[in-house]
Each structure stands twice: as C-alpha cells, then as structure tokens.
C-alpha cells in the first residue's frame, strides 16, 4: 500500500484519513492540519519524509494576513527543503488547471455568467493562468497585488499592467518602499482600498482563508472563486450572504481534496515525480476518477445579472427637475432654456440612477444602471445620427466599466438613424431597443383596455375580434409590428403612413403570413378615424399634430406608443369619452429601487422591460435592432416575460394610471355620447331626411355595434 500525506498549515481540526483504490493502486491517504504552526509543519514533513510516497504542501494558513504574502513564499521555500527523499508539491500546476476548468465550466453551464463581470483578484501573480482565461469573457479585471503584496496603495487595473508587473517592475518597488508600508496609517489606507475595491466587484478570486476577516457589507452578493471550501466555510459565507461559491478542488472519496493532496496523490500512485508528469496526463487522470468543480450557494440558489438602459430628458420640462435650473427658468428669458437645451446634448453621458431588486419567479435577479444622455428629442433629431452614436457608445463605454452585460437603448435614442443596428455593430456589449416588447406592451393595454371597457364584444373561440383598427406610423418599427398582430385578430385594419411605397410592401408581406386579413392603407389618419374602435400611434414626429381627437368614435381605445407622446395632456383632455393609454407599461416582479422615471413604483417602460427580461432570461444578445422587426422576437418575448413574472401594469393615461372607476366612467361617457349621436333630430331638422332613408334601420345598425 503506497501513503501520501497532505501537510496543510490550516486548522487541525479538519483532518482526515481513508483509503481508496486510486489509478490502479491502493493508497493510504492523510490530511494533517498544524493550525498555523511553521515549526509543526516543518517536523511533520521531516517525519513523513522516511514513511510517506510522496507529501502535497498547502502553502497557506488561516492566520497570514493579505500583507504576508512575501512570508507565505519564503516559509514554503524553507519547508520543501527539509523533504529530501520523497517528492513534495504544493499542486500548483493542478490548481492552474482546476480553477481554469471551474471557471469554463461555469460560463458553460450558467450561460455567459462572467461575461462583461467586474473581478477583483487578490493576486494575479499567483493565478496569472486564471487571469488570462476570466480576460476572455471580460476585461474589467482588477488586481490587488501591489497592494497586498508589496503594501502599496494601488491596483493593477488591466491583464497587461499585471504582466508588466509579473516581469519583474514589482521588485522596483520591494526595494524601494520597505519602511513607508509598515506605518499603520498605509495600513489603514490598503485596508480601505481593498475593501472598496471588493464593494465595486461582482466576482472575487481569493485564498478561502483571505476572506475570513470581511463583513457581509463586504461579501454580500459576491461570487467567490476559490479552492478548497469546507462546511465550516460554507456556513460562514452564508452568513455574510456570499451568492455563489466556484470551487475547483473536487469532492472525491467523501471529502474534499485540497489540489496540493490530491496532486500528491496522483504522484504516490503513479510513481512518477512531478517534473514527469504532462498536461496530457493530468487530463487522463481527472477523467478517470470523474473529478468535476463545485457550483456551491451557500444560502441557495441565486444569479444576479446585470443591465444597463440609456434615457434621456424628452423636453425642457424635465430640466426643471434640478433646483437651480427651475429657478432660473423662472426669472431668465426664454431663450435661457433653449440655450441649456442646446448645451446639454453635447453633456457626456451619466448614470443617473442604479436599478435593483428585480427578481424572477425562477429566482434570478437583475440590477442595473440608467445612463443619460443629454439631448432632448427636438436637439436628437437636429443633429446628424454620428452624434447621437457617439454618445450611446460613450454610454455602452460606461455601462461595460459597470459590468452591465446588455444594454436597452429608450425613446428617441432608438429611432435615430438605423435604430440601433449601428450602435450594435461598434458597441462592446450587446445592444437592444426595446420595440419587440414595445409592440407587445401596446397591443397587451390595448386587448385589456377594450375588454374593460365593455364597448367591443368578446370574440367566440377561433374568432376575430369585431372591431375595426388603426395603425397610425404603420411602416415604423414598431407599428409595423402592431399591424401584424392586429391583423391577426381584428376584422379590419387600416393602416397609416405617408410612406405609400412601405404600405404597399407591407400590405403584400402581412397578406402572406395572414391571407384573410381585411386591410385598409391611409396617408392620413382622419380620413377613416371616425369609425375606429382602436388606434395605436407609433409615430416619430416629435410633437407634431397625428391625429384630430375631436374626431374620434367615442369610446376608441388610443394607445400612444410615441414618445414624445403624439397626444399631449392638452388634447387628451378634449375628449374624456375617450381612453387614450401610454403605451403599455409593464409592472417588474420584486421590490425595485430606482429614481423617478415619471412612473409608478415598480412600473416600467416596455422597452426598458426587454432589457430586463433578457438580463433575467441570460440572453445576451443584440435582441431588436434595425427598423424591421420580426413578430416572433415579439412572441418570444412576450414568452420570456411572463416567465419572469412580468405583468400588465396599471393601465396608465397622461394623468396616471386608470382606476376601475375612471375606466367605467370613460364607458359611461362614450355610451351617452353613442346614444346622443344615434338619437332621432329635432322635427324641423329632420323632416328632409326623412323623405330620403328612414331612422330606425342607422340605429338597428348601430345598436348591433
């Protein structure tokens, strides 16, 4: 029977010993902790030099401290000395393969999980292999080895300043600076950094002993990427509320295997000194024995994936928001707000506010950012799209730096140029508009308002729906969008555009997905608007006039999906028999925190709610780009929503939202109006008519309506 021992300068009271049949051999295994004790490991490993086949080293212990790491490698150097006549190692070469094998097989498995993902690492020097894997999926990497190492307040900000530090720039500095790091003033200063340092990451790479003295303000939520996690240490990270444990030691034999015992192992059985043995079959070895790393949650399951949304303000009102320009705006000229609206387009981009508390019904949880940028619709839309490009890719700059792994572009920000398909192209990080649950939101408030209201009837099973629809900016995208769906289930469909070549392309492109379809082309919406029981607007025009609401069938359900919106408060207020939506809103599961966006709480624009939903579905994709929308992303993510809990919000007005009994009095308004307008004229007035057409078959007529 051949022995290998594994010396740990852990705690003791983790020791272990079995045997197994291992690679064709039966093996004697030990794990012997010495709780710290240098002058204990060192008799051990004198000891177990005469009777062991071959000893694993675990060069650290529970009671170093992050500023000891020089100590660490020269308490090691001096320990493998004393073993002369059997090998010694300390799995270095395993560790390399192991982490890096537990780091793909969570991108793998978990799906883009450390894409575009802040990590800190104590040092990089010490897991240079793992560096250069986790800078494939991204580059917003930190290492705290000068810092740690050297006691210098610093953090090495890039894979190719560790190299360069690597290479030997460190020991510049270990000679230069052996007095300044004792003070407890830099002592204190190295202590803070680091803990901020772990604040703004997401992942951390550490000894699992290095985390033993940080607060669970510190750890809470972190992913920790580590070797060799007891129970005891899996109790403790769940007390500091750590998401997720990467751990690539194996569980084998009933125990987890420190990579420096299981390489001593591997050599005690195999024979061979550690110099001998290749990658190859290190690989032959692993997957005989099954090895496999650990996904651990220590308090269960739980995934954070992060998001980030561009807005910005869509009139000078919203400048106002800021005290001092609101009083300004009140003693200053007119043409003060114009010279501000002006300069705040050229304003670099900026978070204005951090989103959190979104979770899934499947229990994955996004956060995220809203970034700014400065330009009102009016200054977007005056400025060629370069201009407004380079301030999203500023923005898509910011939002990598946060480690957003997606970002939704709002309002005027998607309509600019090719509506997002350029943004797409050059930016690091996947690109969405929103307009594929945009079009769903509307078309969602629409169905829901019209049932509500009472005025339309339900359809039977397999039926369309008897009412007649508009689409006004038909050949947008996402109008384009609506008219599909419309057509799928409304008996007639008028759709609207000045674009007369779109419409007919159009026309011909739905009649092929939906050959019964009844549809109607228009240039102008108040040619057939009378007789409308729906109207979706889904115009870029800015604030200009689309449509007369004076003209409007009383009781018409208006979804205004335009932002600006193409029906101000001042229109809307012309015709209280009329219902006129925002868009459809969506309701986000979870408790949110973010600053006002002009919404109730927890409530959120549609195409913020894509970004979402595809952060919470860990679907990284430029999902809607482009002017042409493909109706089934809007299914889909219809789909994806409902599946992360996402609901209709309050159906909400330029007002707020719509409460039951304003709803029922929106009914009530539009029946008396129906019934005025079907009511006999006066005698004097309508004896003419009547010698031409008779009252009772137009009221018949309306009264089947």
Known sequence: MK??????????????????????????????????????????????????????????????????????????????????????????RLVDILQEWAVRHVQNTLGSYFSNANVLFFSGTSNLK???????????????????????????????????????????LEWALPGLTSSETVKDLNRYMLRKAIHEATVVVAPVHELDDFEPEDLAGKTIVTSTVNDERMEMFKEKGVAMVVDGSPFLFGHVLAPSLLDAMIIAATGRNPAELLEDDYLEIITEVQAEPRILYPGGFK????????????????????????????????????????????????????????????????????????????????????FTYRRLLEAASIAKQLGAQIMGLGAFTKVVGDAGATVAKRAPLPITTGNSYSASGALWAAHDALLRLRLVPKPAPGEKMAMKAMVVGATGAIGSVCARLLAMVAEEVTMVSPETAKLLSLKQSILRDTPD????????????????????????????????IMKVKPGCVITDVARPLDLPPSEVAKRPDVLVIESGEILLPGQVRMKNIGLPENVAYACLAETIVLALEGKFESFTVGRNIEWEKVREIYRLGVKHGMKLAAISGVNGPYSDEDIERVRELALAARARAAAPLEPAKAAPRARKTTAPRPRARKASR
């Open 130 to 172: 793992l560096a250069q894997t986790m800078h494939e999926y991204t580059q917003n990497v930190a290492f705290a080895d000068p810092l740690l190492r050297l006691g210098v307040p610093k953090l090495l900000t890039s894979l190719e300043a560790l190299q360069l530090y690597a290479g030997g720039a460190h020991r510049v």
């Open 517 to 548: 379809a009844r549809l109607f082309l228009a240039s102008r919406a108040d040619k057939d608007i009378a007789g409308m029981d729906m109207i979706v607007t889904a115009t870029s025009g800015a604030g200009k006039k689309i449509l007369d």
């Open 303 to 386: 995934r954070v994936n992060r998001f980030a949304f561009v807005i910005h303000p869509l009139s000078q009102e919203y400048f106002k928001k800021v005290k001092p320009i609101e009083m300004l705006s009140y003693v200053s000229p007119p043409i003060f707000m114009d010279t501000l609206e002006k300069a705040m387009a050229y304003m670099p981009p900026f978070v204005y506010s951090k989103v959190t508390g979104i979770k899934s019904p499947t229990g994955v949880e996004a956060e995220g950012w809203l970034i700014s940028v400065g330009g009102t619709p009016k200054e977007i839309m005056s400025h060629d799209p370069e």
């Open 3 to 92: 022995t290998a021992v594994g010396i740990s300068l852990g705690a003791g009271r983790h020791n272990f010993e079995f045997e197994t049949d291992f690679l064709g051999e039966r093996l004697k295994v030990w794990r012997l902790g010495t709780d710290g004790s240098t002058t204990k490991a060192v008799k051990l490993l004198k000891a177990w030099n005469q009777n062991a086949d071959a000893i694993g080293l675990g060069a650290v212990k529970d009671s170093y401290r992050p500023a000891s790491r020089r100590v660490i490698e020269e308490d090691v150097a001096r320990m493998t000395r004393v073993v002369t006549r059997i090998p010694v190692t300390t799995g270095e």
